[in-house]
């Protein structure tokens, strides 16, 4: 059964700094790894999908790569701004045919001004 | 493009009564995912439909639940009877094949 992690669960940060959210999935048999951002009491934003074939994907402030042989995802934000503060969530394909999302328990993150 | 569209946004109901939510996903998607967010927790799949057919099933707690896929488009997903335990926010995602899925806003539920 694939289970995500996250870490860190949350983080607290001024404003400008870089930082890096870390996801791992136990079963790297996955052909696609996907960010998302969550504001509280809303839906979840696509933020970038990785396909098992690239080892990273760039969108604007945000990069993401992909160890699939290391079960290892990392998601970095450039320049932090108060409105990056969210939730941020990974999430791969279940596995073994099913293609739902199996996700993470998401990084909390609040940028300070 | 009009993105994913789920109604009702909140609902709220005295526990053993019925309730349906309904999702239209993005246009020429053919796969469309329900799935349950528990407050602090990831979405978990509840069901998935590739057009009208449920070919993932096996998270949905079929004594209360039940959803269809008309027509291959428009969902409904259905609980009765509903239980303390169902307060949650339930989330209606599409994607064209295994491709990126974007999700709805949720209808958040309250079980009195």
Do not use: M
């Not at chain 1, 870089?18 to 079963?27: M, P, Q, R, Y």
């Not at chain 1, 932090?80 to 045919?97: E, I, R, W």
């Not at chain 2, 099933?57 to 269809?68: I, M, N, V």
């Not at chain 2, 949650?88 to 539920?109: D, I």
Request: with cysteine.
């Amino acid at each position: 059964k694939q289970e995500v992690t996250q870490i860190p669960a949350a983080l607290s940060v001024p404003e400008g700094e870089n930082l890096v959210l870390n996801c791992s999935f136990t079963d790297s048999a996955i052909y696609n790894l996907q960010w998302f951002r969550q504001d509280p009491g809303k839906g979840l934003t696509s933020l970038l999908l990785i396909q098992s074939s690239q080892r990273e994907q760039t969108s604007g402030r945000l990069n993401a790569s992909l160890d699939k042989s290391s079960g290892r995802s990392t998601l970095y934000i450039a320049a932090s701004q108060p409105g990056d503060s969210a939730t941020y969530l990974c999430a791969v394909p279940s596995g073994g045919g099913a293609d739902g999302l199996t996700f993470g328990k998401g990084t909390h993150l609040i940028i300070q001004p | 493009e009009a993105g994913v569209v789920q109604s009702p946004r909140y609902k709220i109901i005295e526990k053993k009564q019925p309730v349906a939510f309904w999702c239209n996903p993005i246009s020429g998607h053919n796969t469309l995912y329900w799935y349950r967010q528990n407050l602090g927790q990831g979405p978990e799949l509840l069901i998935r439909y590739e057009n009208e057919e449920a070919v993932d099933d096996s998270q949905l707690p079929k004594d209360r639940f039940s959803a269809e896929r008309l027509k291959g488009v428009d969902s409904t997903l259905k609980i009765q009877p509903a239980e303390l335990g169902d307060s949650a926010v339930y989330l209606c995602a599409s994607s064209f094949l295994r491709n990126e899925q974007f999700f709805g806003p949720g209808t958040r539920l309250t079980v009195l």
